[in-house]
């Protein structure tokens, strides 16, 4: 994978990687109302992790990865059906949005919800599947 | 609490699969069965629930159409769950010998099964045609990585050619929608009716569009070459859900559609035309049942002819056709399931399944031939049996309507069913064999054959209960026909 061993493609990576997770973050809490989501956070962190793959090698990947991409598919699946059922608890359809608002000192206004919950759930599903196809055909290649 | 069960219909069967593909071969021991008791607990407890109560609404997040999700529980969908939970609880029980611990491949089995039983009550319970899309994608998606568990060698040609003829379907059936979309404004099953009728020539594209897109779903003739390889190919256990489960699903579409939010555009000139597809179907299916060499062959072109029979619903559309149409589709259900499993005991046993060599098999792999017999008694529609009272309610709704060639399609399809299922039992039975069968497999354990054999009873058992199931059916939709 790194046949051209351009040192400026890994040092960019290296410095990409956090800030696209961090962007990601950010995209990911800044859904719902406004445009981002889980979705396209969950693409995003992907992008970071394609780029690190294209600089490094598959197996360094899995390792800064931490996670099994199949679990953590399976994990965001979980979380995502999951949210659903706190709203059967309270009486109400399944799926139905909760939330739990609470000031913090300093920073303002933070809510916690099920939406978010499912959010998180499909930024794990993309992320995790969409690294499960790449480092399958990188490891096929190498 | 009854407003729950669609959900869990949907969401048990959805969670369990995904907690089998996570916990992978650790908990294949007791996971499965867990999973496949509480599904069946769930649709009988839906079934039940409707037949008490009637139908039954639920709307995802309590978002009210046209902005939100709904699940609809009406006759027709509560049908059909109550033959996948019949059909899927029983090829559970053959799945748990065939695909337990010494399958090395049983945990991608289970994870697929279980989301794709999840994906087909979703599928029946959608109320709105984009949700529609969504759950075909899925129950596309499951099956066709369940053919390629029969080892990739084998059947990687036919599970390709399924894929792009399910993808190109979807994608029909997309465009259809998309353009009902724009006519209507909204996608809910009970709203888009008057637009689509009155949408001029955009209507009848986008109707166009989903009928074709399902009729490549269902396999209907000419549509069907992907379907005897895939289904023939794959291991019984997929064998007996795909034809018995997933192409009906497609046809229910059909039947759900038309009666629907189609019904203002239904022109006879069009109905007559799915029902020479039917005919069609029927005729080509039987004569290629009879021609084929290999057991599971003669089994997946039955299941292309049994498909036309619903489609003689489309010409006739009065109740007894509409009555006739679904209990097919439930008698068929049960009668191929039981089919593709016993033959997938000669399989195990012979390690081959070629027809003319099933000599002498009548002592070894009675109860399988048992099953086999039986579950063809309901394939050729001789009485008593569910596919008898399905042909005889078609045959009075063709005699009804004044369309006598229906009823000439109905019995010659019959004499061919009866002619490539008695092909199969002459050579199991009646011919001796030359030395004894060259086994490659043990006898198949009753796990595996008690399955099929209840199948097959269950298929005579619908020739006398037709009375509280279609009246868990009711009469045909309103503005039909």
């Known amino acids: 994978m790194n046949a051209m061993g351009s040192l400026i493609l890994r040092t960019a990576a290296r410095f990409l990687l956090p800030l696209l997770l961090l962007f990601s973050i950010f995209v990911l809490l800044r859904g719902h109302d406004e445009p981002g989501g889980g979705f396209i956070a969950g693409l995003v962190a992907a992008v970071g992790f394609a780029l690190y793959l294209f600089a490094f090698d598959a197996a360094r990947t899995r390792r800064i990865m931490a996670m099994n991409p199949q679990v953590m598919l399976g994990l965001g699946l979980l979380a995502a059906t999951l949210s659903g059922v706190p709203s059967i608890f309270l009486d109400q359809a399944f799926f139905t949005a909760q939330w739990w608002p609470f000031e913090v000192p300093g920073i303002g206004e933070i809510k916690l919800s099920t939406p978010l919950v499912f959010d998180i759930g499909v930024y794990m599903v993309v992320l995790g599947s969409v690294m499960h196809i790449v480092l399958a055909l990188a490891e096929a290649e190498e | 609490m009854t407003e729950w069960v669609p959900v869990l219909v949907v969401f048990v069967p959805f969670l369990a699969g995904v907690v089998q ?29 409707v037949a008490a109560g009637g139908g039954i609404e639920h709307f995802m997040g309590g978002w009210q159409p046209p902005l939100g999700i709904a699940l609809r529980a009406d006759g027709l969908a509560t049908v059909m769950i109550l033959l996948t939970a019949v059909v899927g609880g029983l090829v559970s029980v053959y799945a748990l010998e065939a695909h337990g611990t010494g399958d090395p491949r049983a945990s991608h089995f289970w994870a697929l099964w279980l989301m794709l039983w999840g994906s087909l009550n979703a599928l029946f319970l959608s109320a709105d045609l984009f949700n529609i899309y969504v759950t075909l994608e899925l129950v596309t998606l499951a099956a066709i990585p369940l053919v390629l568990l029969a080892g990739p060698e084998k059947t990687v040609t036919a599970a390709l050619r399924y894929l792009q003829f399910a993808l190109f379907g979807s994608l029909l059936y997309l465009a259809g929608v998309a353009l009902t979309y724009g006519l209507a404004g909204s996608l809910d099953l009970a709203l888009v009716g008057p637009a689509l009728t009155d949408g001029g020539i955009t209507g009848a594209v986008a109707a166009t569009c989903m009928v074709v897109g399902l009729l490549v779903k269902a396999a209907v003739f000419p549509f069907h070459v992907w379907l005897p390889a895939a289904h023939g190919g794959a291991p019984a256990a997929v064998s007996a859900i795909l034809s018995a489960l997933v192409v009906k699903a497609a046809v229910y579409l059909l039947l759900r559609l038309w009666t629907g939010p ?116 309901s394939i050729m529609g001789l009485p008593p049996s569910g596919g008898f009272i399905a042909k005889w309610l078609l045959l009075r709704a063709s005699l009804e309507t004044g369309q006598w060639w229906w009823a000439v399609v109905l019995i010659s399809g019959g004499l061919l069913a009866a002619a490539y299922i008695f092909r199969v039992l002459r050579y199991a039975f009646l011919q001796a064999p030359d030395r004894p069968p060259a086994t490659t497999g043990p006898i198949p354990p009753p796990i595996m054959a008690l399955p099929a054999t209840l199948l097959a009873l269950l298929a005579i058992a619908l020739g006398f209960t037709a009375a509280p199931l279609l009246a868990l059916l009711g009469g045909l939709p309103e503005g039909t026909g």
């Open chain 2, 21 to 49: 593909f996570m916990a992978g071969r650790r908990v294949i021991a007791w996971w499965p069965v867990l999973a496949s008791v509480a599904t069946v607990a769930v649709s009988l407890w839906l079934t039940f629930a």
């Open chain 2, 262 to 377: 189609l019904a203002g555009l239904a022109d006879g000139l069009v109905a007559q035309l799915m029902g020479a597809l039917g005919a069609a179907a029927i005729l080509y299916g039987s004569i290629q049942a009879f021609r084929q060499e290999r057991l599971k062959l003669v089994v997946a072109y039955s299941t292309v002819a049994q498909l036309g029979y619903m489609l003689l619903f489309f010409p006739m559309a009065v109740a007894q056709a509409w009555e006739g149409a679904v209990y097919h589709g439930l008698s068929h259900g049960v009668a191929k399931a039981a089919l593709f499993l016993a033959a997938g005991n000669v399989l195990v046993y012979l390690g081959h399944d070629r027809v003319r060599d099933l000599k002498g098999l009548d002592r070894s792999l009675s109860v399988s031939l048992l099953a086999f017999g039986i579950a063809g008694v």
